[in-house]
């Protein structure tokens, strides 16, 4: 059997959890969203691992469930944190086990679609900031992904539409057929 791991990698609310539910439904592969895993394994949500057990633990949760999540024999989608760049040895494993794709925003584009949202703990307090400091701090982080998508301006269907075009992608379709 042909095994396919699509890696969505992407500073936070570039839209990973979201595109690669589309994307499962499209190819009907499996999608595993890491923060998702691990508020399960753990029984709490994110930012209540992050206020009581901190930041550390979170990576280092995030870390093994990462690797947990890529050595599973299965062709999948899978949707990482925001911050799962910020370990070399995600980027290391990520690179060994499938395509990896990096969606992109402007801070305008991420401060609007997060501005409701309460649950990214790191964004907590003056959320503008955070997002602009933080972009700042990760600069570069997810440029090792050989496809690179901008997800602002354009719909859910849009995006999808032009991760099928790209040329990487078609190739690691054909590669894996
Ligand atoms: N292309 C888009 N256009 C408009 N809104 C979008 C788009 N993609 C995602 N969103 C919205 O932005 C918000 C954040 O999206 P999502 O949770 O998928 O981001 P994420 O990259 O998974 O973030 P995190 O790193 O925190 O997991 C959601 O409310 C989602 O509906
Ligand atoms: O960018 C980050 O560091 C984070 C992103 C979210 O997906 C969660 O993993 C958590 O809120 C931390
Ligand atoms: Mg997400």
Known sequence: MTIRQLILIGF????????GSAIAERTGWDQVDIDHQIAEAVGKEIREIFAEEGEDA??????????HVLASPVS??????????T??????????RGLTVALTAEPETII????ADTSRPLLAGDMERN??????????????APVRLSTDGKSVEEIVDELWAHPVFQRFLAEND
């Open 58 to 67: 979170f990576r280092a949760l995030e870390s093994q469930v990462l690797e």
């Open 131 to 144: 997002v602009r400091r933080l972009m700042e701090e990760r600069a570069g982080l997810y440029d090792f």
């Open 12 to 19: 936070m609310g570039t839209g990973k959890t979201t595109i």
């Open 76 to 85: 999948q989608i899978v949707t990482t944190g925001g911050g799962v760049v």
């Open 112 to 115: 609007d679609r997060l501005r």
């Open 87 to 96: 370990r070399p040895c995600n980027v290391e494993i990520m690179k060994q």
